[in-house]
């Protein structure tokens, strides 16, 4: 039972990130931070004009950063409010899943399947 609410627990913040936008945004963001690094380096473009243009970069990350903190916040606190209100039910699940969370062995296996989901998708989708 508890590794089935592990699972859930990560397959959930998963499926919930996808659909909140933190994935995108995080693409978003590691664009916009590339194209920054690509104006310092541009000898071509006068100072004041990268200063503006960094300026503004800074502003959309600020925001990408608050984004993706209130995603990822409800993403992960979701499934935990399941396992609360059945925690509530009296079937206390939460502390044995936050420990198994942390064990070596879900840890590895969790990233294994979720790079291979991963993958397969990637191969899916455009």
Do not use: C, H
Not at 13 to 40: D, H, M, P, T, W
Not at 41 to 67: A, C, P, T, V, Y
Not at 74 to 87: D, N, S, T
Request: charge should be positive.
């Amino acid at each position: 039972m508890v590794t089935i609410s592990a699972s859930f627990v990560v397959i959930t913040f998963a499926i919930l990130s996808y659909y909140l936008g933190v994935i995108s945004r995080s693409r978003e963001a590691i664009s916009i931070a590339q194209s920054a690094g690509k104006i310092l380096r541009d000898n071509k473009i006068e100072d004041g004009d990268k200063e503006k243009i960094l300026q503004r970069s800074s502003l959309r990350l600020f925001g990408l950063l608050g984004m993706l903190l209130f995603g990822s916040a409800i993403a992960l606190l979701a499934p935990f409010g399941l396992l609360w209100v059945i925690e509530m039910a009296g079937y206390p699940i939460i502390d044995e899943t936050l420990i198994m969370l942390q064990r070596w062995e879900f840890l590895v296996g969790a990233t294994v399947v979720g790079f291979i989901v991963f993958y397969y998708m990637r191969q899916r989708l455009p």
